[in-house]
């Protein structure tokens, strides 16, 4: 089966993350995600609907494959670099993508979400980075997320990692809309059937105005994600990390100041 899906309703393209364990993003399902966004493209959707099945959005990358690498490095530049073109896609579609958004959205799921216009969450919905428990640096877009809730709640998110709840993330502005977890999917159905109704014409010129606006160098930010996650991955800090996850124990970082 495959970890993404992608179907067209009308002008509404919907891409579905299908995959198991938490809808992990490993190379594959990035791959096949960017194809997926640039299927709407060529399909000229008006609006496209990034959702997932199970109990979490997505819970980033899959760490064990980080551990099993040969050269970690490398893996991660590759995964990076896919991600970074599909946000940008995402970025860049006359569409306007809603993300809908229940259970669990971290590591790199969480500014996957937030690469669309509109987030909708569920109550129990909660987004976290946790990049820098790894020894990494956050990419997938997280550094974009200034654009959205400033400077130093960046800061904060992607050094303390906090656990935003639904309610949280609507507060800062990173969610548009919760909504009871059993009602999300029809909440969600009004407002894509909404933007399907309107003029295209007139939303992806705002989408392209706001956000370029916004995020005037989006491009350049993601490739700076990539360069520096790269180089943490491969780091002694990033190697004890992985290990430390996966051995289910705190990290003892080579970096850390002594206690």
Do not use: W
Request: charged content about 20%; overall charge negative; hydrophobic content about 45%.
């Amino acid at each position: 089966m495959s970890p993404v899906t992608y179907t067209l309703d009308g002008r509404v393209a919907r891409i579905r993350l299908t995959g198991e364990r938490g809808n992990p993003l490993t190379q594959s399902t990035v791959d096949i995600l960017h194809s997926a966004v640039r299927q709407a493209r060529r399909d000229k959707a008006h609006v496209v609907v990034l959702s997932a099945e199970g109990k979490a959005f997505s819970v980033g990358g899959d760490v064990s494959v980080f551990a099993g690498a040969e050269d970690v490095g490398v893996l991660v530049d590759d995964l990076a670099e896919a991600l970074h073109r599909t946000v940008n896609e995402l970025h860049r579609l006359d569409a306007i993508v809603v993300s809908v958004v229940q259970g669990t959205a971290a590591g790199a799921g969480f500014p996957l979400a937030a690469a669309a216009d509109l987030v909708l969450a569920a109550e129990s919905a909660r987004f976290t980075l946790a990049y820098t428990k790894l020894g990494f640096s956050p990419d997938g877009g997280s550094s974009l997320l200034t654009a959205t809730v400033g400077l130093h709640q960046a800061m904060r998110l992607a050094l303390l990692n906090p656990v935003l709840s639904a309610a949280e993330a609507h507060q800062l502005g990173l969610v548009a809309e919760v909504h009871p977890d059993d009602e999300l999917a029809a909440a969600a159905e009004r407002v894509v059937q909404r933007l399907a109704a309107g003029s295209n014409a007139a939303q992806s010129a705002t989408k392209r105005l706001l956000r370029d606006a916004a995020l005037p160098a989006s491009e350049a930010a993601l490739r700076r994600e990539t360069m520096s996650v790269r180089a943490c991955a491969a780091g002694p800090d990033g190697l004890e990390g992985v290990a430390a996850f996966l051995e289910k124990r705190p990290p003892q970082f080579p970096s850390a100041s002594p206690a």
